[in-house]
């Protein structure tokens, strides 16, 4: 019998890197956008710094709403494809700026004598 928690028992919820590409497109069609217009490699970029910087957590938080800024941007006169890397590398860059104010706010530890 096969213990339950063992790898071949669980199924995998990583996409291979060809099949992201499907689920993208499909994604894509299901919400009526253009597949060609989404930047994957800099939300995948942002995800990987916020991931790495805050906390994993914010990873979907944050592109979702690098997505909504970009919309906002766009909808009032920009180009969605710049909005969309201009958001992306400034949250990306506030990521990498948490990780220095984290360490300045961070109690200091105390030393033995």
Known sequence: ?????TPAA??????P????DEWLVALASELGLDPALVP???ILDVARDVAHDV???????ST???GMAAAQR???GEDLTA????????????????????SQTAPATEQAP
């Open 1 to 5: 019998m096969t213990n339950p928690t």
């Open 10 to 15: 669980t199924p995998s919820r990583t996409l």
């Open 17 to 20: 890197p060809e099949a992201l």
């Open 40 to 42: 994957t490699g800099a």
């Open 55 to 61: 906390a994993r957590p914010a990873a979907p938080l």
């Open 64 to 66: 979702f709403m690098v």
């Open 74 to 76: 766009a909808a009032a």
């Open 83 to 102: 909005a969309l890397h201009d958001a992306a590398r400034r949250t990306s860059d506030l990521a990498g700026r948490w990780t220095d104010r984290a």
